[in-house]
């Protein structure tokens, strides 16, 4: 058997004196350039937004909130079949059927009846809580 006696060691650092620094006071303007950035992007984005739909005026139309919407169509995430049923006897079509693999999640995209308004259409979905559109 071998015996060995703990090791011990210590590092001796030499006696410096550092020079006195001046404190500098921190003056962050971080969260108000934060906020003026924020500001800027949003106006940057609706300005895109609003020209995305003048170009597009066939197809595109801003919905309540000025964001960008497709006419004649709504999306429903993951509806209920009986909201679908809901959806078609209230004149509504479903256009096309997205499975969104591995999140157990459908998007149904639902036609406008004819002559109805996409904004007037959503209105009544949501009424006759035929559908939570996205």
Not at 8 to 19: E, G
Not at 99 to 119: K, N, S, W
Request: charged share 25%.
């Amino acid at each position: 058997m071998i015996l060995v006696s703990a090791a011990q060691a210590q590092i001796t650092v030499p006696n410096v004196r550092l020079p006195a620094l001046r404190q500098v006071p921190l003056t962050s303007n971080v969260a108000e350039d934060a906020r003026k950035d924020l500001r800027r992007l949003q106006d940057v984005r609706r300005l895109a937004v609003r020209d995305l739909i003048r170009r597009n005026r066939a197809v595109i139309q801003a919905d309540r909130n000025g964001a960008a919407i497709v006419r004649g169509e709504i999306l429903a995430v993951s509806p209920e079949q009986a909201a679908i049923d809901a959806a078609l006897a209230a004149g509504f079509t479903v256009v096309r059927i997205r499975v969104l693999e591995g999140l157990d999640a459908q998007v149904v995209v639902l036609g406008v009846p004819q002559g109805m308004d996409t904004l007037r259409a959503l209105d009544k979905l949501r009424v006759a809580r035929a559908v939570d559109p996205v």
